[in-house]
């Protein structure tokens, strides 16, 4: 698709995505919907500073098709999908570009289920964004739709998240790195609830400091901060809160690996492990896989997405999923990634096992793993090139059975990925390296 990625529209702030693209978008979802009755659309925005914009955009395009348009303000992802699945609304919109700088931004729709919108009414936005004559009629009179301030419908998140708790968090020592996005209005909160002694970063969101060396994606200031305030353990979710990651007692980073072992374990052992699977991608490390082989536990893998996890969690039932960068799902509370409510499971394991993280994580061991990014001019013509895929396959068998590598095209930038995981770091950088070198080589680098 032109505009539409694995997770959304999305792109640098009135360069790739404008206001225009956003006021269409919601003028088709305002008269998609509303064919026959009055559409309801729920909006949810992260930190950044254009999310105001496109907010404005998406609601003048959908009041002007008739539809109405709750506002639930800075909230995370999941909690848009929360309230559309449980308060009939037709569909969702998150203003968010997730874990990427300030200056991007993106548009994430998601169905009256929860779920991420398909891809054919996304192949119909698009048609609709680039058609050169509006052939959606405006509404009129007492058709015109209207803005509604929806915070509640944040509060009825938290809510419900306080309610998943088993047991007090009292005495627990938490630090919370909210990434300057959307965690900051609800998760700190949450946990003070709970009654935890919370710590908390990343909390002072001005408009371009989202991800901004804080963060899950900068998870050394957590693991810092954890060891220098002696807790007992960190969570670090991303700008839109649908990611977490952990920190343990000793500083050290519990990933999305980690995450799913410690929680596919602990189901199994209450018999909540749904057919005995964890459903995983192609960038989970094989570390995983040989530790759930030692403790009898299945495993799908699915492209990378959570959308590929969540679709192969739903039709066959399984009850944990996720990625490696913290896209964790529970498909008894949720139907997406949630980062606030992956840190609430984390904390039942850590409380019913009477066990720190750090020890829960022994029968873990990870092995190395090394990510690049090479920007490109064409992915398609990087990826299928045939010096690439020879070197790879010479990269396959010299790695054996004691590594992999794996290349794939991002869905939400210009780049493609080039990851080697292997027994030593040096080798790792080595095999990554020459794969990229041969990339440049090949004139596929972009400028």
């Not at 930190?47 to 539809?67: H, I, K, N, P």
């Not at 306080?162 to 900051?184: E, H, P, Q, W």
């Not at 899950?216 to 960190?234: F, R």
């Not at 995981?421 to 680098?445: S, W």
Request: hydrophobic share 35%; glycine share 10%.
């Amino acid at each position: 698709m032109k505009y539409f990625g694995t997770d959304g529209f999305r792109g640098e702030a009135n360069v790739d995505l404008n206001v225009i693209h956003a006021y269409k978008v919601g003028r088709f979802l305002g008269w998609y919907y509303g064919q026959d009755h009055k559409a309801k659309v729920v909006i949810g925005k992260d930190t950044r500073r254009s999310s105001y914009m496109f907010e404005d955009a998406l609601a003048s395009g959908l009041t002007a098709s008739g539809a109405d348009v709750y506002l639930l303000h800075v909230t995370p992802t999941p909690s848009v999908s929360y309230v559309v699945r449980t308060e009939q609304f037709d569909c969702g919109i998150m203003i968010s570009a997730s874990h990427n700088p300030y200056y991007d931004n993106g548009l994430k729709v998601i169905n009256g289920n929860g779920h991420k919108m398909e891809a054919e009414i996304e192949e119909k936005i698009e048609t609709y964004i680039d058609s050169e004559i509006d052939s959606i009629p405006l509404a009129t009179r007492e058709n015109i739709g209207c803005t509604v301030d929806y915070a509640i419908g944040r509060h009825r998140y938290i809510g419900y998240l306080m309610s998943l708790a088993t047991r007090s968090f009292k005495n627990i020592r938490v630090g919370l790195d909210c990434a300057n996005g959307s965690s900051y209005s609800v998760a700190k909160g949450v946990f003070d609830a709970l009654g935890a002694k919370t710590y908390a970063i990343g909390m002072n969101p001005n408009g371009t400091n989202i991800n901004d060396q804080c963060g899950s994606t900068h998870i050394e200031d957590l693991q810092q901060y954890v060891i220098e305030n002696q807790l007992d353990v960190g969570f670090a979710y991303d700008g839109d809160a649908d990611r977490c990651l952990a920190v343990d007692d000793r500083g050290e980073v519990i990933d999305g690996d980690a995450i799913l072992y410690l929680c596919g374990c602990y189901l199994k052992e209450k018999g909540e492990l749904n057919n005995n699977t964890v459903v995983t991608t192609i960038m989970s490390n094989m570390g995983l896989y040989k530790a759930f082989d030692k403790v009898g536990i299945s495993y799908e893998k699915t492209a990378v997405g959570d959308k590929f996890v969540n679709a192969n969690m739903m039709e066959f039932g399984h009850s944990l999923g996720g990625e490696q960068s913290g896209h964790i799902i529970f498909s008894k509370y949720a139907v997406t990634g949630d980062g606030v409510l992956t840190s609430l499971m984390l904390m039942e394991v850590m409380l019913e096992k009477k066990q720190k993280l750090s020890e829960l994580r022994k029968g873990l061991k990870i092995y190395p793993q090394l990510l690049k990014n090479i920007r490109v001019k064409d992915k398609p013509a990087a990826r299928t090139d045939a010096a690439v895929i020879a070197k790879t396959k010479q990269v396959e068998e010299a790695l054996g059975e004691n590594g992999r590598i794996l290349l794939r095209e991002s869905g939400t930038e210009p780049v493609i990925r080039v990851m080697v995981e292997a027994e030593t770091e040096e080798l790792c950088e080595k095999y990554v390296d020459q794969v990229i070198d041969v990339l440049k080589q090949q004139g596929h680098a972009a400028e």
